[in-house]
């Protein structure tokens, strides 16, 4: 199925253009990424049919993938440490918030099951 978005959209996220190797793992990113927001929300075979916070997600979602393929948590160099916090995804997974707003865009926001565990006694 087409990516909601186009390698021109996530290459102005980056602000940089794409090219080689680099190119044909962002458009891996990008179809990645949107059959994990298709999952959550619609089957959108039309991306121009698409709601416009559908295609940010999965480009957001993309642009991280294409920023961190890795998928790494922390960096140390000398005094230098950079760190990512935990909650955020890696690869073309969605934060809560980003899966919040794909349900909301398809009107399937509302009341969900959640699990509930006992912390060691008994209820």
Known sequence: MTPLADIAA???RLGRE???EERAQAQAALADASATVRAYGDAWPDPAKAPA???AVALAAAERR???PEGYRSELQGAYQYQL???LPVGAGLTDGEARLIRAAVGASGVFA????SLGGSL
Do not use: D, K, Y
């Open 10 to 12: 996530l290459e102005q």
């Open 114 to 117: 959640v699990p509930v565990e």
């Open 66 to 68: 294409v920023r961190n």
């Open 53 to 55: 916070i559908v295609v």
């Open 18 to 20: 794409l090219v080689g």
């Open 85 to 87: 916090p935990a909650s």
